[in-house]
């Protein structure tokens, strides 16, 4: 494939996965209106799954696999599609479910396209979208093209001390890991400017993307929570990676400009992070 025919191919998966995720996140909307409740509980009795998520998932598939049946998908809430293109379709059907069951207005449909193997498993995502249904907002990228939202070029802010950064990140599920993850932000804490819980990882690194937060870490995500929002993120102009200098991963992801990235990195190892 010329360089000319990859540019139109991701072109064509982006295109793909904003109207998927449009549909979807018209769909999860009506759905949260209707009314919401625990369908089941997942790693503990607070990790949730709603029947919205689990139906939104459904029809994400549907259209996926109406449009490229040859395409793997890795999703949260059903087993993986195993596919022959080498091409994956990354999904969370409803990041921040949470606040989704809550009806605080901070969920999203997150859906990115991955060549060589899930993202954070090794493989280069193509295109990533994320939209928040509740505030119509859509953030977009396609590898190497930038990212946008509403055609706006995102572009993270730059030029920023850890002293002065506002810093995104998110808790675990289970008690132990919460704990830990205390433990690390009462080291941090001092070293910033504040700390924001958006309680949705995808919509935390458009956060950043967009200049809303500065910085952002997290440890113990899937690949679905990170995958579209690292993409976006980094077509904005972060540095986003995970530990020992690797790639972001379950274990870890940091995200922030380059200068700050290193310092945040460099507080986050001194806190006991092996960032």
């Given at each position: 494939m010329?360089q000319?025919?990859?540019?139109?191919?991701?072109?064509?998966?982006?295109?793909?996965?904003?109207?998927?995720?449009?549909?979807?996140?018209?769909?999860?909307?009506?759905?949260?209106?209707?009314?919401?409740?625990?369908?089941?509980?997942?790693s503990?009795?607070?990790?949730?799954?709603?029947?919205?998520?689990?139906?939104?998932?459904?029809?994400?598939?549907?259209?996926?696999?109406?449009?490229?049946?040859?395409?793997?998908?890795?999703?949260?809430?059903?087993?993986?599609?195993?596919?022959?293109s080498?091409?994956?379709?990354?999904?969370?059907?409803?990041?921040?479910?949470?606040?989704?069951?809550?009806?605080?207005?901070?969920?999203?449909?997150?859906?990115?396209?991955?060549?060589?193997?899930?993202?954070?498993?090794?493989?280069?995502?193509?295109?990533?979208?994320v939209?928040?249904?509740?505030?119509?907002?859509?953030?977009?990228?396609?590898?190497?093209?930038?990212?946008?939202?509403?055609?706006?070029?995102?572009?993270?802010?730059t030029?920023v001390?850890?002293?002065?950064?506002?810093?995104?990140?998110?808790?675990?599920?289970?008690?132990?890991?919460?704990?830990?993850q205390?433990?690390?932000?009462?080291?941090?804490?001092?070293?910033?400017?504040?700390?924001?819980?958006?309680?949705?990882?995808?919509?935390?690194?458009?956060?950043?993307?967009?200049?809303?937060?500065?910085?952002?870490?997290?440890?113990?995500?899937?690949?679905?929570?990170?995958?579209?929002?690292?993409?976006?993120?980094?077509?904005?102009?972060?540095?986003?990676?995970?530990?020992?200098?690797?790639?972001e991963?379950?274990?870890?992801?940091?995200a922030?400009?380059?200068?700050?990235?290193?310092?945040?990195?460099?507080?986050?190892?001194?806190?006991?992070?092996?960032?």
């Amino acid at each position: 494939m010329t360089q000319h025919e990859a540019s139109v191919a991701s072109v064509a998966l982006l295109d793909l996965a904003r109207d998927i995720a449009v549909r979807a996140a018209e769909f999860a909307l009506d759905a949260r209106r209707a009314g919401v409740s625990v369908a089941a509980t997942k790693s503990t009795p607070t990790d949730i799954v709603t029947a919205a998520d689990r139906d939104t998932e459904t029809l994400i598939r549907s259209l996926i696999l109406e449009s490229r049946p040859d395409d793997g998908i890795v999703g949260e809430e059903d087993a993986a599609h195993i596919g022959t293109s080498g091409l994956d379709w990354v999904v969370d059907p409803i990041d921040g479910t949470v606040n989704f069951l809550y009806g605080i207005p901070a969920w999203a449909v997150s859906i990115a396209v991955v060549e060589g193997g899930a993202a954070g498993l090794g493989g280069t995502t193509l295109a990533g979208v994320v939209v928040n249904p509740v505030t119509g907002e859509l953030f977009e990228a396609r590898a190497g093209a930038g990212a946008r939202l509403a055609g706006r070029e995102l572009v993270v802010n730059t030029g920023v001390a850890l002293g002065s950064a506002l810093v995104g990140t998110g808790f675990g599920y289970a008690a132990e890991r919460r704990r830990e993850q205390a433990a690390v932000l009462l080291e941090l804490l001092p070293h910033i400017r504040d700390i924001r819980r958006g309680g949705s990882a995808s919509l935390d690194l458009c956060s950043l993307a967009s200049g809303r937060l500065d910085a952002y870490y997290e440890r113990g995500l899937n690949a679905w929570d990170h995958a579209a929002g690292a993409l976006i993120a980094r077509e904005a102009g972060a540095q986003v990676g995970g530990p020992h200098g690797g790639r972001e991963s379950s274990e870890l992801i940091v995200a922030a400009a380059p200068g700050l990235f290193e310092e945040l990195s460099d507080a986050l190892r001194a806190a006991g992070v092996d960032a």
